[in-house]
């Protein structure tokens, strides 16, 4: 057959070992493993899980796989997949790559879900499992790579619903060990399954961007392994005929080498941004400069007094669906520069209370959104590795205080420590896990490659 992009993808996907997975891939994908889990399973206490949970319930069939946070509930392989990538983006506390995606709830549903699928005798062991899981990264990375357009934050479409769903297929093709034909019709059907447009951010959709990628791509692997065909060119810029090319108005791909003796992974060379709290995350950038300003307001005026605030001035990107300056809903609220600045300032803190009915509406909370003013410097783009969050307090006094921050706490380039991953995610757990197995799992993704059936965790 003639070499083309997309066969070079599934011949990687079929042929890529665990051998090819160095110390620093293999630390770094369980770190996301543990937190994607915990996500899951506080976002297992949202409203808008409950919804996908209830409407799963209605299909009548094999339930094999658990749900996050409901012990005893299983449901068929695919619909646990997607309940639990609901789950998972639910408080949009997830994990976030560059190019800008949630890489992790895309794939680990899917994963988990299928390893519970599989009959005794055929279980994938804790290495399998891994090298599975990276494959679904490395397939969004280099999807993604394909395409400037991909580097800022989005507009069009929401990136994890059409690379997820790409990743999800290939993570789920290398589990079930598919044939490299196969992975390459995986990857076609799962591009006709893909995308979810930007317009329902902020709103209880946008979860199911992420439970449909993973329960789609989990489907098209499941589809071509019993023999569905698709487009054995899908990934390649072919003119006048689009196939993944699609979604991008600048689209250049390049083959993916089959690896011999090494391979480096688009996680060895770029980390993953891990959230300290539930929202998009652009609003770690301006609650870090709230927080920075704040403090500096205390050693002022010796404690925080809105009265003495004149303006709040935001130094932002221009990025329209997370500029919300009178946010209603939960879900407004976790996308709205705005509305996390002031919580911020007001609380010196920014957790999961912060987005109660009660915390939204809070009257004091809404003077300050009053007094919010809004700017955009041209050097300051919408791209999660250039921009940068600022605040400037504007008082009455005349005086000037101004926090700004280019690099949050949990950002690639200033990642967690192991005790604040920790931390969040025993925090996370705790909602619906007792203590005992909650440090179960801590020491199963630890000790990952030492599994010998995956369908464990």
């Known amino acids: 057959p003639e070499e083309t992009v ?9 042929a ?36 996908a949970l209830q409407y799963c319930r209605l299909y009548s069939s094999v339930a094999v796989s658990s749900v996050y946070g409901k012990p005893g509930v299983k449901l068929s392989p695919t619909l646990a997949a997607f309940t639990n990538g609901v789950a998972t983006h639910s408080m949009d506390f997830d994990d976030t790559w560059h190019p800008a995606t949630h890489p992790s709830g895309a794939v680990l549903p899917a994963l988990l879900a299928a390893s519970q699928m599989l009959p005794p005798g055929t279980k994938p062991n804790g290495v399998d499992f891994l090298l599975a899981f990276n494959v679904g990264l490395e397939v969004q990375g280099r999807l993604m790579h394909f395409s400037t357009e991909a580097h800022n934050i989005p507009k069009r479409f929401h990136p994890p619903s059409v690379v997820g769903t790409m990743g999800s297929a290939a993570a789920t093709a290398k589990l079930l060990s598919l044939s490299a034909a196969q992975c390459a019709h995986a990857l076609g059907i799962a591009a006709s399954l893909a995308g979810a447009p930007m317009a329902n951010a902020a709103t ?4 199911l961007h ?98 003495l605030i004149r303006t709040i001035v935001l130094k932002i990107p221009v990025s329209k669906y997370i500029n919300r300056p009178f946010p209603s809903s939960e879900h407004q609220a976790r996308h709205s520069f705005q509305f996390n600045a002031c919580t911020a300032l007001l609380d010196g803190e ?14 004091e909370l809404r003077e300050l959104l009053d007094k919010v003013v809004v700017e955009h410097p041209e050097d300051n783009v919408a791209n999660f590795d250039k921009m940068y969050g600022e605040v400037a307090l504007l008082l009455h006094s005349g005086d000037v ?11 690639w380039r200033k990642p967690l420590s ?3 991953l920790l931390k969040k995610f025993r925090s996370n757990a705790s909602h619906v896990l007792p203590e005992e197995k909650i440090e179960t799992i801590i020491t199963m993704v630890d000790n990952l490659e030492n599994l010998s059936d995956s369908s464990q965790l």
Not at 204 to 207: D, G, L, M, T, V
Not at 350 to 363: A, D, K
Request: net charge neutral; aromatic share 10%; with cysteine.
């Open 6 to 14: 997309t066969s070079s993808f599934a011949a990687f996907i079929h």
């Open 350 to 363: 920014v957790g999961l209370s912060s987005f109660t009915e009660s915390s939204i509406h809070r009257q």
């Open 401 to 411: 205080l101004t926090g700004k921050c280019d690099t949050f706490y949990g950002h």
């Open 204 to 207: 209880q959709a946008k979860p």
């Open 210 to 307: 992420i439970g449909n990628a993973t329960r789609l791509g989990f489907e098209a692997a499941l589809l071509a392994s019993r023999g569905m065909e698709a487009n054995p060119s899908i990934l390649d810029d072919i003119p006048g005929c689009s196939g993944f090319s699609a979604f991008y108005s600048v689209y250049q791909p390049k083959p993916l080498s089959t690896p011999s003796d090494h391979h480096e992974f688009l996680l060895e060379k770029q980390d993953i941004a891990f959230k300290r709290f539930p929202a998009h995350l652009g609003m770690h950038w301006v609650v870090d400069a709230a927080l920075s300003v704040r403090n500096l307001f205390i050693n002022y005026a010796g404690s925080f007094s809105p009265s």
């Open 418 to 420: 192991k005790e604040t």
């Open 16 to 51: 890529v070992r665990p051998e090819h997975l160095s110390k620093t891939v293999c630390h770094r994908s369980k770190r996301m493993i543990l937190d994607s889990i915990g996500v899951g399973l506080v976002g297992s206490t949202t409203h808008v899980f409950d919804i």
